[in-house]
C-alpha cells in the first residue's frame, strides 16, 4: 500500500495563459508526467475566459469557494452555482468560464476517456477511504481539522510520506487542514474523519 499525505503550503501556484487565474496540482498519475491519466488541482479564478481543451480527457468541476459559474460547453450553457456539486463534462469541447457575481476556487478532477474512470463525491462526518484494486482515491479536506485515523486499518508502521520523508505511526490520526489532501493506492488508507466536508475522489481502471 503506498500512502501520501498532500500539503496544501506545499503547492506553488502556477498561473494561467490568460491571466484569468492559477493553478495548484494537487495530484497526478503518473507523477510529473504531460500524459497524465488522471489530475487533480486547485484553481483560484479571477475572471472571466476560455478554458484549455485537452483531447480525449473528461472533467469534474466543484467550485469549493465562491458564488459559481456558467460553463459554455460546445455551445451549451451549464449553470454551476450549487455549493460543492461535482459538475461532468468534456475536456475536449470548446468552454468558457464566467463569474456568477465574483472569484472561485474549483476544484478540478481530470481523467483519460476510455483508461481510467474517476468518481467524485463531496462527504461529511467519518467516512471510511477505499481504493479499488489497482487504482487510488484521494480526499481533500475543505475544512480545518479533519483526522485520518489508521487505528484498525493499517498494519503498525506503514510509511507515509507528507513531504519526501518516511513517517510511521501506528494508529495516531493524522491531521488535515483545509485543502490538504491523502492518496492512497491498492488499499484503505484508513477512516477519515472531517469537522465539516471533503471531496473524495477514486480512479479506476476501465
Not at 493499517?154 to 495516531?172: I, M, Q, Y
Request: with cysteine.
Amino acid at each position: 500500500m503506498s500512502v501520501r499525505v498532500l500539503r496544501a503550503a506545499d503547492r506553488t501556484p502556477v498561473p494561467w495563459k490568460n491571466g484569468g487565474g492559477l493553478t495548484r496540482e494537487v495530484a497526478a498519475a503518473p507523477d510529473g508526467a504531460d500524459g497524465s491519466d488522471w489530475r487533480v488541482s486547485l484553481a483560484d479564478v479571477t475572471a472571466d475566459g476560455p478554458f484549455s481543451v485537452f483531447p480525449g480527457i473528461d472533467r469534474t468541476l466543484t467550485v469549493v469557494e465562491g458564488p459559481g459559474m456558467d460553463l459554455v460547453v460546445g455551445g451549451e450553457h451549464h449553470i454551476v452555482d450549487e455549493p460543492l456539486w461535482p459538475h461532468d463534462f468534456p475536456g475536449d469541447r470548446p468552454t468558457d468560464g464566467f463569474l456568477l457575481g465574483g472569484p472561485v476556487v474549483n476544484l478540478n478532477v481530470m481523467y483519460r476517456r476510455g483508461r481510467t474512470r474517476a468518481e467524485t463525491a463531496v462527504v461529511c462526518g467519518t467516512v471510511r477511504l477505499m481504493s479499488p484494486p489497482g487504482g487510488a482515491v484521494l480526499a481533500l479536506s475543505l475544512d480545518d481539522g479533519a483526522v485520518l485515523d489508521g487505528t484498525g486499518t493499517r498494519t503498525a508502521g506503514t510509511d507515509v510520506r507528507p513531504d519526501g520523508t518516511d513517517l510511521r505511526f501506528e494508529g495516531a490520526g493524522l491531521r488535515l487542514d483545509r485543502y490538504d489532501a491523502v492518496l492512497a493506492r491498492d488499499a484503505s488508507p484508513g477512516v477519515l474523519r472531517t469537522m465539516g466536508q471533503a471531496v473524495v475522489v477514486t480512479f479506476s481502471d476501465v
